[in-house]
């Protein structure tokens, strides 16, 4: 799925709500999910970076690990 690869490659200037908002009308239980999901992103982050772990993301169909 399309959307699969920019959920685990989320730069971030991005902001996935308005990127799928503006190509698809969602009901309210999809923005609610978005925004979860956003808030799962940025908490991985945040516990990878404190825990000092790589990073397993898919990049141009390959599997890459990023250091914090």
């Not at 308005?18 to 009901?27: D, N």
């Amino acid at each position: 799925w399309k959307l699969k690869s920019i959920f685990l490659a989320k730069p971030n200037s991005i902001n996935l709500k308005t990127i799928i908002m503006e190509t698809h009308k969602m009901t309210p239980n999809q923005t609610k999910i978005l925004e979860g999901m956003d808030k799962v992103y940025d908490k991985l982050i945040e516990f990878k970076k404190k825990m000092n772990s790589e990073l397993v993301i898919l990049k141009d169909n390959k599997i890459t690990r990023v250091k914090p």
